[in-house]
């Protein structure tokens, strides 16, 4: 097991904003400033310390600075696509970081259970999917399955733990990657262009276009992926779209959105659609506590 400290400002670094945010969904509070998190092989227990956070893992400091990406100054990041945002996006962005899980394979079957649920619903579903792989040390859950042993659940297995109609997609999208070739396959498409992974996701049962930007986004770290949701779609309408605004989202519009934001940001893409996702979850929140009763 390795210890070590994390000397980091809240602004750069929130770790409460970030994984609990819908990003990743194998980290878990602890009581006040204390977090378990799972990513890949490894586990991390995160304490807050004065100027920043104290770790345990058996992965390494370079491991969660990967994961949190800090080897980028948010400041930075900001700076650079602040002007593509509205204002209240931009505040938004404080200590609020694009994750980079380590396991495509793992966020992947994550993301397959995201579709059409909230958050803490996916957290169980994804843990409850997780159980099917190998203890970790001390205790702290599970290593995620094999694409083999994830082939291999029944449907009904999966329907007993309340999978519900996902129950037949996760071991098939299983079965659709081995097929084509498994791990190296989806090496292949993280290695690769973003239009490659976004077509030969949507090719698998049960991927559409929103859950393959996510999986390109978070899985692939393929950063001109920009997914496309509820939230999303109200913030670029109000944005930069405002002809559109009141509009049922369609397949070209979807493309729009997202093509609107590549050609501006190019590879921060991704990181702004995150702080539009943010804006308008805060937005929808205050219309909801401040409309008359």
């Given at each position: ?172 999208a299983a079965r659709a990657i ?9 090496a292949e498409l993280k290695s ?102």
């Amino acid at each position: 097991m390795n210890e070590f400290e994390i000397a980091i400002s809240a602004k750069e670094l929130d770790l409460d904003h970030c994984v609990m945010s819908g990003q990743v969904f194998r980290w878990s509070r602890h009581g006040e400033g204390r977090w378990l998190g799972i990513d890949g092989e490894h586990w991390y227990a995160v304490e807050k310390i004065d100027g920043g956070f104290a770790v345990q893992s058996t992965g390494t400091e370079a491991d969660f600075r990967a994961h949190f990406r800090l080897e980028e100054t948010l400041v930075d990041v900001v700076a650079e696509i602040d002007a593509s945002l509205p204002e209240s996006a931009a505040v938004a962005a404080s200590g609020f970081r694009l994750m980079r899980p380590s396991c495509p394979r793992e966020t992947l079957f994550a993301f397959l259970c995201s579709p059409n649920n909230h958050l803490l619903r996916i957290t169980s579903m994804v843990n409850a999917l997780a159980e099917f792989g190998e203890p970790m040390s001390r205790g702290h859950g599970h290593r995620f399955p094999s694409l083999e042993r994830i082939a291999g659940i029944e449907e009904s297995e999966l329907r007993a733990k309340g999978f519900g109609y996902r129950s037949p997609r996760i071991p098939g999208a299983a079965r659709a990657i081995l097929e084509r070739g498994g791990e190296s396959y989806l090496a292949e498409l993280k290695s690769g262009p973003y239009e490659t992974a976004f077509n030969e996701l949507i090719k698998i049962d049960g991927i559409g276009p929103k859950l393959s930007d996510c999986i390109c986004l978070f899985a692939f770290d393929q950063g001109l992926a920009v997914p496309v949701d509820t939230h999303m779609w109200q913030a670029a309408t109000r944005n930069f779209f405002p002809q559109w605004h009141g509009t049922a989202l369609t397949e070209l519009r979807y493309r729009a959105v997202g093509d609107y934001l590549r050609s501006r940001l190019g590879e921060r893409a991704g990181w702004a659609h995150l702080y539009l996702y943010r804006e308008n979850q805060v937005m929808a929140r205050s219309r909801k506590y401040t409309e008359p009763k």
